[in-house]
């Protein structure tokens, strides 16, 4: 299995410009979680879905930021318009509830965000 | 917040056991504790987690103490690759809060 994929790897980008980051979880996987990494504020949960169904947005700073996961393979964190702020590493895991929600989340390697 | 507190950061010579260790007096009976680490520039990755009883993996060993207000991650044999940031988490459910963890420095 190739694992949790994120793409880009890397986004500069300028504020006020719209950025789109994906996710394609683990196949099979029915829990997908979006976490945002920064110097100051440490690795934070923004969203999760299970089985494609957001149930947890209570981390998304703003809504600036939007996520949505139309199926079970692909999901997009959306940020518009981008600030400098958001400037971060962003990682999307994915996690399978076959043997109990106690499973362990695999991450993928993460999106370096730059917003100049 | 995270419900942990773990040192900053540790030395560890190579070839011998690392023992990471973390307090979490607050945890209740449904909270599991889990260990992750994140190597430099790359995703965290699992170790081990454990409820009451200690658990031992491929990894590592988890130690947890009897009234599981605390709990020690043993890495037997420590490598130069087992340099990284060390997270202990307390979860219940998918709410999974990372503190700052321990930078392990696993020295020649």
């Known amino acids: 299995d190739a694992g949790v994929i994120q793409s880009p790897r890397h986004e500069v980008t300028e504020m006020g410009q719209e950025v789109t980051l994906r996710c394609k979880p683990i196949s099979g996987h029915d829990y997908l979680f979006w976490y945002r990494q920064t110097m100051m504020r440490g690795l934070e949960l923004l969203i999760y879905?299970?089985?494609?169904?957001?149930?947890?947005d209570s981390g998304m700073p703003e809504d600036r930021f939007s996520a949505k996961m139309p199926n079970a393979s692909f999901s997009t964190l959306k940020i518009q318009p981008s600030e400098p702020r958001d400037s971060a590493v962003y990682f999307c895991?994915?996690?399978?509830?076959?043997?109990?929600?106690?499973?362990?989340?695999?991450f993928g390697p993460g999106t370096r965000l730059t917003v100049l | 917040d995270a419900k942990t507190t773990q040192p900053t950061s540790m030395d560890c010579a190579e070839g011998r056991a690392a023992n990471l260790p973390c307090n979490h007096s607050?945890?209740?009976?449904?909270?599991?504790v889990y260990w992750y680490r994140q190597i430099h520039s790359q995703g965290p990755q699992y170790i081990i987690h454990?409820?009451?009883n200690n658990e031992t993996n491929e990894m590592a060993s988890l130690i947890i103490t009897e009234d599981r207000k605390s709990s020690t991650l043993i890495l037997p044999h420590a490598t130069l690759r087992d340099t990284a940031v060390y997270y202990c988490?307390?979860?219940?459910?998918?709410?999974?809060?990372f503190g700052a963890g321990t930078r392990l420095t696993v020295k020649p």
């Open positions: 879905f299970n089985n494609n169904v957001p149930i947890d």
């Open positions: 454990g409820l009451k």
């Open positions: 988490i307390v979860r219940e459910y998918n709410d999974m809060r």
């Open positions: 895991a994915s996690s399978s509830t076959d043997r109990g929600w106690e499973n362990e989340q695999f």
């Open positions: 607050t945890i209740s009976g449904n909270e599991y």
